[in-house]
């Protein structure tokens, strides 16, 4: 509770202080999380990685920025057709999908010179990281899912850095390549490869416990305000 306090003061900081004293960004890419230490003895395996960040000059300091940036990556899913009891006439059958994700919630402080075509930066990154076992059940035929399932949640506090290089086409568009670094506490979360789905569509998994260390590489595009 501690680590998500610290997060949010941080981000209730910089969210309150800042003030636009030059140009913005908001950006986003999609790439690789590679998990490191810990983390990848217990995965295995890269994961798809997604990513967006938002930043702005700090009142007089342009070059200084503060601002957000956000992650999404796949750990794993997986899909089993289940018998199904619901109101809808000829229908009893349905899929049972289960999804491993991570989210990333970080509030980062950016250094990065303003005005310039190629523009490097680099950025300090703190916050906490989500890992979540999810189950839901849809059928064809029926609009949205018939039910969702909340199986297995932790979060793990998280410090980092970020570096990347923006080149800037006109005054709006820019394209980007970025890497992140994660330095994240312990989690438990569903072991990707162990998850089950039985006929009765009942799932199980067995949970390991890790510190939870990532790169991520990504490139993207993204807009100046």
Same mark, same amino acid.
């Given at each position: 509770?501690?680590?998500?306090? /610290?997060?949010?003061?941080?981000?209730?900081?910089?969210?309150? #202080?800042?003030?636009?004293?030059?140009?913005?960004?908001?950006?986003? !890419?999609?790439?690789?999380?590679?998990?490191?230490?810990?983390?990848?003895?217990?995965?295995?395996?890269?994961?798809? #990685?997604?990513?967006?960040?938002?930043?702005?000059?700090?009142?007089?300091?342009?070059?200084?920025?503060?601002?957000?940036?956000f992650?999404?990556?796949?750990? !794993?899913?997986?899909?089993?057709?289940v018998?199904?009891?619901?109101?809808? /006439?000829?229908?009893?059958?349905?899929?049972?999908?289960?999804?491993?994700?991570v989210?990333?919630?970080?509030?980062?402080?950016?250094?990065?010179? /303003?005005?310039?075509?190629?523009?490097?930066?680099?950025?300090?990154?703190? !916050?906490?990281?989500?890992?979540?076992?999810?189950?839901?059940?849809?059928?064809?035929?029926?609009?949205?899912?018939?039910?969702k399932?909340?199986?297995?949640?932790d979060?793990?506090f998280?410090?980092?850095?970020?570096?990347?290089?923006?080149?800037?086409?006109?005054?709006?568009?820019?394209?980007?390549?970025?890497?992140?670094?994660?330095?994240?506490?312990?989690?438990?979360?569903?072991?990707?490869?162990?998850?089950?789905?039985?006929?009765?569509?009942?799932?199980?998994f067995?949970?390991?416990?890790?510190?939870?260390?990532?790169?991520n590489?990504?490139?993207g595009?993204?807009?100046?305000?």
């Amino acid at each position: 509770m501690r680590s998500i306090a /610290l997060s949010f003061v941080l981000f209730t900081t910089v969210a309150t #202080h800042a003030q636009l004293g030059g140009r913005g960004s908001l950006g986003g !890419g999609i790439g690789l999380s590679i998990p490191t230490g810990e983390f990848r003895d217990a995965l295995g395996k890269n994961l798809f #990685h997604v990513n967006a960040h938002m930043a702005y000059p700090l009142g007089r300091l342009p070059f200084l920025q503060g601002g957000l940036a956000f992650g999404y990556s796949v750990m !794993g899913d997986n899909d089993r057709t289940v018998p199904v009891t619901t109101q809808y /006439l000829g229908i009893n059958e349905g899929t049972l999908t289960t999804r491993n994700k991570v989210f990333g919630y970080h509030a980062l402080l950016r250094i990065s010179p /303003l005005g310039v075509r190629i523009r490097p930066y680099a950025d300090g990154l703190v !916050g906490f990281r989500q890992f979540r076992t999810t189950s839901k059940v849809t059928a064809d035929g029926v609009e949205g899912s018939l039910s969702k399932e909340a199986n297995q949640s932790d979060l793990a506090f998280s410090v980092g850095w970020a570096a990347g290089v923006m080149v800037t086409f006109g005054k709006l568009l820019y394209v980007e390549a970025r890497v992140e670094r994660f330095n994240s506490g312990e989690a438990t979360y569903a072991d990707p490869e162990s998850v089950t789905i039985s006929d009765q569509g009942n799932v199980g998994f067995s949970r390991l416990t890790s510190r939870t260390d990532v790169t991520n590489v990504t490139a993207g595009i993204g807009l100046l305000f």
